[in-house]
């Protein structure tokens, strides 16, 4: 009997034991180490992030991706899911449901166009998963589909584009009736598209310039430099040619060449200028210093950083802002016109030098560069 008792003492303890025992696994870290054993450092759980990326269609892209990238690591508590929508909508709209499917704790959108985009983003509002847009814009009837926008004031690019060709005229006795613009759009519907060719319209409708053309790049190198071929043959009167942005603008400065026409500001001795956006590449750069493109309107690729902000800002139970737009430079090799003004407000346009390239070029192939520029490269 006493034998018996025993036992039982010893089984109940044993199952005790095996009650705790199965406690701390499934309760892992919250035990202590009352029970005689250390505590294991509870494991970091991942902000698991999925990020529907355009495509790899321009220079400015390809940083933009490697800026994302190299945020949102695991050594910096992320899991990023990557999809490159090769320039398809329908391709984002799948990737969201993806991401919705697999549960991630963001959705980051750089959306191709503008519109289209209700019936998806509400389904991530209902699984109640928060969308941040980058870069370009959604067209929706409620904003409250996503939590927040960051990236580029398009028009305002555009604008401060338009008034530096304003003043070179003056500055140069060109009549604006003696301007032939062709303009060489982005992605149609992208906001990239619709800021750029608004800003140029707008500009020539209130100084006189000519549109001639408005034609498709899709903010290739290849559409731009097809583009410029025909429009050359088309339009023999073109001096200025638009690009909105510098992938297109290298493909239309070898069309230029390349039917024996010389590229430069020097519109009245018959050359034709080449006008872009971007200013990403160092070789953009070394263009405008070779007077082969006049002027860039900067555009910054670097959401990463800006986009874990916002992230973090969420995390803390915050409220990001709702539109955040980057400040970005002009750059010229003209130092006749050293600043512009656009709805009163005056903006400097950066003489680009050797320097500044050099810069630029480090910066480049690091991965990352300045968003401030010092003053002393100017
Ligand atoms: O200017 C262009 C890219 O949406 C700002 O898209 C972006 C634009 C950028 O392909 O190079």
Known sequence: MKKLKVSAAVLSCFLL???????????????????????????EKLTVVGFSQVGAESDWRSANTESMKSVFTEANGYELIFEDAQQKQTNQIMAIRSFIQQEVDYIVVAPVTETGWDTVLQEAKDAGIPVIIVDRMVDVPNSNLFECWVGSDFELEARKMCEWLRWFCVKHNIDAKDIYIAD????????????????????????????????????????????????????????VVYCENDNEAFGAIEAIEDAGRRVGSNIKAGEIMVLSFDGVKPEALQDVLDDSISCIAECNPLHGPRVEAIIQKLENGETPQKYEYVDEDVFSAYDQIESVIVDSKEYPITQVSEALIEKRRAEFDAGSYDEELPDNVY
């Open 17 to 43: 034991l095996s009650f705790l025992c199965a406690c701390g696994a499934r309760f892992g870290n919250s035990g202590t180490a009352d029970a005689g054993e250390p505590a294991t450092e509870p494991e």
């Open 184 to 239: 060489i759009q982005g992605t149609i519907g992208a906001s990239a598209q619709i800021g750029r060719t608004r800003g140029l319209k707008i500009a020539a409708e209130e100084y006189g310039w000519n549109i001639v053309a408005e034609v498709e790049g899709e903010f290739t190198r290849t559409k731009g430099y097809e583009a410029t071929q025909q429009l050359l043959r088309k339009y023999p009167k073109m001096n």
